[in-house]
């Protein structure tokens, strides 16, 4: 008898999903990822749940609903990760003329039409905070409504649900060799040391590294598939208003810059093919002078490349169709010998359902349990979508050292598990040592003990982003406290 009913390499959103859905359909599970979790393009996405107001132009009405069903799933299962937003695209008289956007939008509203979140509408931004941010003279703005969401703590928190269901999760583990027959037998090397496993199928959801892998490990005929990096900047913050902005772009392109933890915003996104080794990613220059050019030709305060705090890169695999560049599965299964199924590309919003659909492809294999993982909440998220704010006040209310916005923070990244990592605490020196003004011991034991942290980056970075503002010293102490958590 196999190890495991079904091994996935690779621990991006695509990776961890699949997992979840599995575990929770009975399937026994075990994914391998040789960084950390989220560390490639899931955690460089434009973090946002939405129905693609790009598709729409493109009139691939069913793939908008689809997403936007998706969105309304996202909201009830994931109420701390995914907040909904009001979006706002200033009309311009040289892009899209105004009527076209409005009547866009209000189709748009349609394909959402069971949607709680407020409808779009007409804005004079002359009398509007919105236009407060914003080069004279934009008279109108079109807003609507769609959800942002912190991408790899949906990644992280996805993972830990598949655990508590049952799934072996390993980080620092890497698949170097695969030999296939009615099972496969799986070579890894995790942390340093070799171990050999079966398993009855395989998932290659190794994302950047999906053509390589099906070449070097698996050992079959790699998907033709394109490499795209998606590249982002991190700037101060330009704007007070709590919504995004949609720029629309003199190449037809729409631009996002969105609110990005508290200080700073966030503006993208530019892709473009890529080849090279998808490990070293670095945004080229005139990306990064793009994106700036972008947002100064609406925003009344000007950036340029020094005011730059940090760029996010990331390659996706994606084919290309008669209807775009897009992500895909495929199954090969042929001759008796056990399966592998290949998932690659797709974006945030259909994750979840891109999941649901590669685990039912493997329903001829497996008896398995029905679908499920539309309804059951992510680690923390239950409770109503529109209750956050009553979330964040309770926090507060039983933990009075909190302050508002690390109440927020806490409640937005752990949802009701936060209370998880502030336990007995009356005072905050009950949390353990400081690291900078929000980071205490408690969390970074928990990122450990709970999340597979294991270095700096991976708390710094991918469990928060309060690597935005933490000085150099509270760093290093950090790096020496890990190593001593057990």
């Known amino acids: 008898m196999a190890d495991y009913d079904l091994a996935i390499i690779g621990g991006g959103l695509n990776g961890v999903s699949i997992a979840r859905d599995a575990a929770g359909r009975g399937l026994r599970v075990i994914l391998l990822e040789q960084g950390d979790l989220g560390a490639g393009a899931s955690s460089a996405s434009p973090r946002l749940i939405h129905g693609d107001l790009a598709s729409l132009e493109r009139r691939h009405l069913l793939r908008v609903r689809t997403a936007l069903a998706e969105r309304d799933i996202w909201l009830r299962i994931a109420p701390h990760l995914v907040r909904p937003m009001r979006f706002a695209i200033p009309a311009h008289s040289d892009e899209r003329p105004a009527w076209q956007l409005r009547s866009r939008l209000l189709l748009y509203d349609r394909l959402a039409s069971r949607s709680g979140l407020p409808a779009s ?172 050019d972008a947002a100064n030709r609406y925003f009344r305060e000007h950036i340029e490349a020094v005011d730059v705090v940090r760029t996010l890169s990331g390659v996706n695999m994606v084919r290309n169709t008669a209807s775009g560049r897009d992500g895909a599965m495929t199954l090969d299964n042929g001759r008796g010998r056990a399966p592998l199924l290949t998932v690659f590309g797709g974006d945030v919003t259909t994750s979840r359902l891109r999941a649901e659909q590669a685990v039912s492809k493997l329903t001829p294999f497996y008896p398995m349990s029905p679908r499920w993982t539309a309804k059951a909440p992510l680690p923390g998220g239950d409770f109503a979508w529109d209750r956050f704010d009553n979330e964040v006040e309770e926090l507060r209310e039983r933990w009075r050292f909190l302050g508002e916005e690390e109440a927020r923070r806490l409640v937005g990244a752990y949802g009701t598990n936060a209370k998880e990592i502030l336990g007995d605490a009356k005072e905050r020196g009950d949390l353990g040592p400081a690291f900078g003004p929000e980071l205490t011991g408690a969390e970074v034991r928990y990122l450990m003990q709970k999340e597979w942290a294991r270095f700096p980056d991976d708390v710094l970075w991918r469990r928060t982003k309060l690597g935005l503002t933490m000085p150099p010293a509270d760093r290093e102490a950090l790096a020496a406290f890990m190593p001593a958590v057990v």
């Open 121 to 292: 509408a007409t804005v004079d931004v002359t009398h509007h905070p919105i236009g407060n941010a914003l080069k004279r003279p934009f008279g109108t703005a079109f807003e609507y409504s769609d959800c942002v969401v912190d991408d790899s703590r949906l990644v992280v928190l996805t993972a830990v649900d598949a655990a508590v269901r049952g799934a072996v999760i390993r980080t620092g583990a890497r698949c170097t060799r695969a030999e296939r027959g009615k099972e496969w037998r799986l070579v890894t090397i995790d942390r340093g040391f070799r171990q050999v496993i079966t398993t009855r199928a395989i998932v290659n959801a190794s994302g950047a590294w999906t053509s390589s892998v099906a070449e070097t490990v698996l050992r079959v005929p790699p998907p033709k598939l394109a490499a795209e990096q998606m590249d982002q900047i991190v700037v101060r913050r330009l704007f007070d208003s709590d919504n995004i902005y949609v720029f629309q772009n003199s190449d037809g392109r729409l631009i996002f810059a969105s609110p990005y933890e508290r200080d700073f915003t966030l503006i993208g996104t530019v892709s473009h093919a890529f080849k090279g080794d998808p490990a070293i990613v670095a945004m080229a220059a005139g990306d990064v002078a793009y994106l700036c």
